[in-house]
């Protein structure tokens, strides 16, 4: 106890003296930095928590599973089988930042798969023949079109007729399972069009080694570009800036992240079979050895690293980001400020569908089929990767980052209690524990950020 | 009431009327403001100021009544409008969004974005930085969010927001309300600093003192309507005490009334 009171007091002394210390002379070095060492990285602090956190799990279920977790083959699948809550979870921390919920993506996950899935095994066969290369594109662009369409009737109801959002997606999560059963009478559809089912990954849905290496490189670039764009603007004003080693060492941990893992992800090869045919496709002759042929990165994977990528440029980078966010902390002073808050909020709601129906194509691609329970509570999935991301249910705080680090959480706990044959109800019961204990842990740094 | 410079006003508002399911808040009132006067208006509570003011901020329609700016009437329907004719507010509750820094505050509604039309950044730090050196130089913390900021920080966001945006009539409902000694001071420094520079300020305080050390004119409102406006010099503290208590000016108060305002 007393320990804990000294440190506070340091902490508060030492904040003190860096503001009396700016106070007397503003801004007058101009690139001078506060502090040393690790806080002129200027990381985030809780999304540094998550990532320990993480890797805590994932070495924890190494061992516990006797070897099995820390494997290319495992890692790889997890990256799968997280891209379509993590891909859900960004539109989702946006919903949550700006005060609201969405309760009813699960369900309309499955009316949207649905329909997609009719649209392409019924439909357009019929219009225009089997597997024609461009029905994927049909299929995800009337998908994506239907989920905006079915978010933005909910934000509508939810910014103007002023009903909370909790009632009108816990009636969508109702209406929408329901019309998933009406539309196929609850039957199966399947099989998907074969290109469609490139978005979900596998042997044919994965970019190869080569490719993920490129898409690597090209990745380390664009975190060199930014770091040094965003030095170049800093000094273009005078700004203070990190120091240059801060700036080289986050550039070299980030590239290092993305390269380590490619390279663990390349080393997933393909079973004999997989293997032989792409050697047939490609005229390889078969060596006497085998051949070690990566699958690289799985195509759901790259869908929701972009979505990250632009969801989080929006929330971001964009005046829509910066009004939700306004929105969260305080809606009358966003009104005063001029913004449309229910505009905004209603755009808020139509983004979250079109990412739903996105995630609707990858998940009835990798599933090859559809059926009316499709994303069964996936909603809860969806707000709970959010909220172990950081996303405060009371709105205004969030990253899209966090939430898929979130997801990724979420799905290591579910993976790794599998390999080490934790029974289904006790595997929730965890699950439950991990979501109430990180977010009272969050609340509890807060606090103390705040005092 | 006859202009103190014999120029045009600033803002004139004819016959304001603002109900509310039958309660009239803001019944018939006139007022005017001149360039380079802090005009205050002051009441009890429910007096019907908030109101009054909200209908040139546009944060509340007129039911009738004119407003005339530069002598020429202008519609003010929300706070754009408003603050397209140059009009700022500084409310009580501060009008900050708690989670974003000073600097997504000063520009909240009214971003700077590049050419496609993405957040220009550095291009509103360095607007908030210039600004912030004007008024408050010790302003250090520019990317915490608000809520970690003192109430006289906070205050200096929202002024340097109304500055920044060359407002030349500034309505400031209880600037000083929340904060300290020193804060306020400074906050009453940068008032005279702002009607030096000929803005026209209308100044919402239930604090007598602050009326009195920086008022030009003051308004007095009672239920709803307007009791009168006064020049500071002509009247003293006890004066304006009986027209927010009473309702009558100072010639029309009986000796009884006086004595009644000291028992």
Not at chain 1, 97 to 115: E, H, K, P, T
Not at chain 1, 279 to 297: K, M, Q, S, V, Y
Not at chain 2, 99 to 121: H, P
């Amino acid at each position: 106890m007393s320990l804990t009171e000294d440190t506070t007091s340091t902490e508060y002394e030492a904040e003190q003296g860096i503001d009396a210390q700016s106070g007397l002379v503003p801004d007058q070095a101009g690139r001078r930095w506060p502090g040393t060492g690790l806080k002129s990285l200027e990381l985030d602090t809780r999304l540094f928590g998550m990532i320990v956190g993480l890797l805590v799990i994932w070495i924890g279920f190494h061992f516990l599973s006797g070897g099995t977790f820390l494997t290319p083959r495992n890692l790889w699948n997890l990256t799968v089988q997280t891209s379509v809550v993590a891909i859900m979870a960004t539109g989702m921390v946006l919903i949550i930042v700006s005060r609201n919920i969405d309760l009813s993506v699960g369900s309309m996950l499955g009316f949207v798969g649905m329909a997609m899935a009719l649209l392409q095994a019924e439909i357009l066969p019929k219009l225009i023949g089997f597997d024609q290369w461009y029905t994927w594109i049909i299929v995800l662009v009337a998908g994506m079109l239907m989920g905006a369409i079915l978010g933005l009737l909910q934000g509508v109801v939810v910014a103007y007729a002023a009903v909370p959002s909790f009632i009108v997606t816990l009636g969508g999560l109702l209406i929408w399972r329901g019309l998933a059963w009406v539309l196929a009478s609850g039957r199966t559809i399947a099989p998907m069009d074969s290109t469609f089912q490139l978005l979900g990954g596998g042997a044919r849905g994965s970019v190869g080694g080569t490719l993920s290496w490129v898409i690597g490189v090209v990745a380390c670039a664009g975190i060199v570009f930014l770091l040094f764009n965003g030095r170049r603007r800093r000094v273009k004003f005078s700004f203070r800036v990190r120091p240059m080693w801060a700036d080289i060492a986050l550039g070299v941990l980030g590239c290092s992240v993305v390269l380590v893992s490619v390279w663990f992800l390349n080393r997933y090869f393909m079973p004999e079979g997989l293997a032989r045919q792409y050697a047939e496709r490609n005229g390889i002759t078969w060596p006497d050895g085998g051949l070690d042929i990566p699958f690289g990165i799985a195509n759901p994977v790259l869908i929701a690293i972009a979505t990250a990528l632009v969801v989080s440029f929006i929330a971001t980078r964009r005046r829509f980001g910066r009004y939700i966010f306004a929105i969260g902390g305080n809606p009358e002073a966003a009104a005063l400020g001029g913004i449309k808050t229910k505009r905004t909020v209603a755009m808020t709601f139509m983004l979250m569908g079109l990412l739903v129906g996105l995630a609707a194509a990858v998940q009835i691609a990798r599933l090859n089929s559809a059926t009316s329970g499709l994303g069964t509570l996936s909603e809860l999935y969806v707000i709970a990767a959010a909220v172990i991301g950081g996303t405060s249910l009371a709105g205004g705080i969030g990253t899209i980052f966090g939430a898929v680090l979130g997801a990724l959480v979420m799905q290591s706990l579910q993976s790794g209690m599998v390999l080490v044959g934790i029974e289904t109800a006790l595997q929730d019961v965890v699950v439950g524990v991990v979501l109430v204990v990180a977010v009272a842990a969050d609340v509890v740094y807060r606090r103390r950020q705040t005092s | 009431m006859t202009s103190p410079n014999g120029a045009t006003p600033l803002v004139e508002m004819q016959d304001i009327r603002v109900s509310f399911g039958g309660v009239h808040a803001v019944d018939g009132v006139t007022i005017q403001l001149y360039p380079g006067e802090v005009h205050a208006l002051v009441g009890g509570n429910g007096a019907g100021k908030s109101t009054l003011i909200k209908t040139l901020s546009g944060a509340q329609r007129v039911d009738s009544g004119t407003i005339l700016i530069d002598g020429k009437p202008v519609h003010i329907e929300s706070p754009i409008d408003a603050k397209k004719n140059g009009v700022e507010t500084i409310y009580q509750t501060l009008a900050l969004a708690d989670n974003i820094d000073a600097i997504g505050n000063m520009f909240l509604g009214r971003e700077l974005v590049t050419g496609l039309g993405n957040l220009d950044d550095s291009a509103m730090e360095d607007a908030t930085r210039k600004i912030m050196r004007r008024l408050n130089p010790k302003f250090e913390n520019f990317k915490a969010a608000v809520a970690s900021l003192s109430g006289g920080q906070r205050q200096s966001v929202a002024i340097a927001r109304a500055v920044h945006f060359n407002a030349r009539i500034l309505i400031m409902d209880e600037p000083t309300a929340a904060l300290g000694p020193a804060e306020t001071d400074q906050v009453r420094q940068l008032i005279r600093q702002l009607k030096s520079e000929g803005l026209g300020i209308i100044l919402i305080s239930h604090d007598i003192h602050d009326v009195f050390d920086l008022a030009d004119r003051i308004s007095v409102m009672l239920q709803g309507e307007l009791v009168g406006t006064v020049n500071k010099g002509e009247v003293t503290i006890d004066e304006v005490l009986a027209m927010i208590i009473v309702g009558k000016l100072p010639g029309e108060l009986t000796s009884s009334e006086l004595a009644d305002l000291h028992g």
